[in-house]
């Protein structure tokens, strides 16, 4: 709004304020080389730590030898499970009530995983420690997949556990199994589909690390780590490591990237801090690439056995789902607690299906924990993947256009709240005009026919639908805990005398532009300029409790803290407002900057008057000061919709496939930054195209990681990815504060399936139903030349 004669409200969008297309003020440092990340900072007296890590993947552990190692000049100290064990360390809690080995006692349960540390004077001694310890392994049968897990002569992977009969680590199931019963015998078909949602790994450009600082003479611990929940972390170092949380600090610095990777808790902290007890030193921990990739948290590694119950006309009328996910060595997931497979039952959330059932069981492997949420609300990706692809099928099955498909079975949007057949309670949405909306933006029936005339010539053209929605922002305490702490989060706002103002949240940047779009909020709420508000995070010592940026939470739930304690001093300023006015504070009114009287609107003060008066001129019996906190507990998740749609060629000769378009449509509900918005999705999409593409993670026989670099492990760079062609509908969410949604992880939930769709619509195949991602030009090609599906499923040989 401008000013005129009737208002004096500033213009929103010249202070920066919401809908403002604001420069990120991160940027600033980042481009410069001026970021603060884990390894820039240097301590007096650090000490540097290194890892020793199985080349076995299961393997008993027969002897441990670390005298050549105490013999290099410059080893402080060796760390090994038994002395581990000694100190009541060996095995920590995860986060998913399951524990997990810091360094191996008995056995090792995966290639990688941590047997021994060396902590000496600089990384490169440690590393020659690392080298001079000698380990005698007797080696063990190795599992790499479900079916080999749950075999009946399975070693169990888990015997350190009592009462762990074979290699389960739960079952669990939801939905209305005799309504699905009852739909499926009614149907006119019933469509299936088994597929494998590999495993992928976030991959941020900066691995995992840790500085841990133990001062002894004031029993106060302080680490540096690359966290993205700073308070949760300090939680469970105080549980493991038995120290008073009030002495532990946590300061998460500038973080090179995190995606979900940076989350748990890793052995490699444990250990760093252990060892700066016990030297009375700093002691630094940098993760190597190798190891962050064969050993850090893992994503996906899900099988699907998926039916659809249909009536002719299309009509879905109930859904059976079974996944088996493989969590490796242990059940380390990042989730909350009570939902054992994340938030799985969130397919077909946008469907309006009458029942559903969906049961799950989760299997230990030979392989690093897996599971970790990779820019995902809790296994959300591949429900939604699995919920696509059944989707494409099924229309398939029925000779139905894809399209048209999807549109008969979308809640409309006179339907909302909406209820799922799973059980959750959607918002709002606007889904098929976010159809609509791609399938004119790419031209939809025209591409049908040049399909057509294209097949004549011996091309292979083809078109992929996903459409999605994802619950974000867990959660309300109802229902949403991670280890008995609920998922609230909060804000701090201080208001200084001359009207700058400072925000700490506890939520955690790790890329998502939360200095600047923070200060949009404020400035939307108080009209204090976005430049002048500084925003903080990361520090326990100086934030307020939160639950850390993960799964999408940051603005559904972080960022509604931030509007609510902007309320709050709005509030307290109004009167102050009402003093200086002289009138009472019913005759004051607000708009964007200034509080008026009612009577009179060029009768005014600013917000900025407002803020030197708590410090100088409030009324009687008023506490000094503009400043306040907020912690925020939603009222139920947020439900962002989109609608992606890719076109594809196929070379039949070869399989390689290249995009040829590709459409977004996104509604996220009221954009803070349209400029950052666009920059999520477009991030979010090269991630989706990575995982149909590209990025490979498996293992052999033998458990052996292939992927553990990136010349095997392919990030796309911007000669690979295509271009993204984005389209917005807004639909506000009704219960946030500011009526936003949630972006960040939207396109890369949504967006594998279209791509798959597309090269499946291609191939154009009633014999191939399915090709596991990544689509690698040899099994598009071997599905084409042998007209069959194509597993993804490991073990794999070798040389593959």
Known sequence: MTATQDSYALDEIKIGGMGASRKRVEDNRFIRG????????VLPGMLHMEMLRSPLAHARIKSIDTSAAYAIPGVRLVLTGEMMATRNLAWMPTLSYDTQAVLATDKVRFQGQEVACVIA????????????????????PVIVNPTQALAADAPIIRDDKENQPDNTCFTWEVGDKEATDRAFAAADLVSTLKLH????????????????????STSRLTVYMTTQAPHIVRAAVALIAELPEHLIRIISPDLGGGFGNKVP?????????????????????????TGN????????????????????????????MHTDSDHGAFFADAQPSKFKIGLMHSAFAAYDIPAAHLTARGVYTNKAPGGVAYRCSFRVTEAMFFQERMVQAAADDLGMDQAEFRRVNLVRDDDFPHRTPFGFLTDSGQYAKCLDVGLEAIGYADFRRQQEEARKRGRLLGIGISTMTEPLGAGNSREYDILGIKMFDSAELRVHMTGKALLRTGAKSQGQGHETTWAQIVAHELGIPAEDVVVEEGDTDTAPFGMGTYASRSTPVAGAAVAMVSRKIRAKARKL???????????????????????????GVSI??????????????????????????????????????????VDPQTGVWDVLRFVAVDDCGVRINPMVVEGQIMGGLTEAYAMANMQFITFDADGNCIGSNFMDYLLPTAWE???????????????????AKGIGECATVGGPAAFVNAVLDAIGSAQVRNIDMPLLPDRVYDAIAQQHDVSGAPPVNQGD
């Open 265 to 289: 808790v890793y052995p490699g902290y444990v250990m760093s801090i252990l060892a700066s007890i016990l030297t009375e030193r700093p002691v630094k921990w940098i993760e190597d690439r």
């Open 197 to 216: 949602y590999p495993r992928s790994h976030p991959s941020p450009l900066e691995c995992c690390g840790s500085i841990a600082d133990f001062n002894r």
């Open 34 to 41: 001026k970021g603060n990340y884990i390894d820039d900072v």
């Open 608 to 649: 900025q008057q407002c803020a030197m008066a708590a410090y100088s001129n409030m009324p009687d019996g008023m506490e000094p000061g503009l400043e306040g906190n907020a912690y925020y507990d939603p009222p139920n998740l947020t439900w962002p919709f989109a609608c992606y749609i890719a076109t594809v060629e």
């Open 721 to 739: 990815t295509p271009g993204w062609e984005l389209h917005e509908v807004v639909t506000p969410c009704p219960h946030h504060p500011i009526g």
């Open 121 to 140: 004077d600089d990384p490169y001694l440690a590393k020659d420690g690392c080298d001079a310890i000698r380990i005698e392994y007797e080696p063990l």
């Open 293 to 320: 990739l064969i050993s850090t948290g893992f994503a996906r590694d899900v099988y699907l056995d998926g039916e659809l119950a249909l009536r002719k006309d299309g009509k879905i009328l109930g859904v059976r």
């Open 577 to 603: 407002a009402a003093h200086l006015l002289e009138v009472s504070e019913e005759d004051v009114d607000w708009e964007l900057g200034r509080f008026y009287v009612r009577s009179n609107r060029a009768q």
